[in-house]
């Protein structure tokens, strides 16, 4: 729902890049390309990216 913190692999903080990911990603840009700006180079940190859904929006609609 959230993107966490820091990967839960290796322990990387990638939670202040999603913002700009999902910006530029957005705009069109390659993912990859995005992906390299921002210096994640680990498979655990890209996959985390990549495979991540962003439903906060979805399930606050249900929250009282």
Do not use: Q
């Not at 700009?20 to 705009?27: C, D, M």
């Amino acid at each position: 729902m959230i993107i966490p913190i820091r990967c839960m692999t290796c322990g990387k903080p990638v939670a202040h890049l999603w913002e700009k990911y999902k910006e530029e990603v957005g705009k069109g840009k390659n993912p990859k390309k995005v992906l390299d700006e921002l210096g994640l180079k680990r498979y655990c940190c890209r996959s985390l990216f990549l495979t991540h859904i962003d439903l906060i929006d979805y399930s606050a609609k249900f929250r009282k």
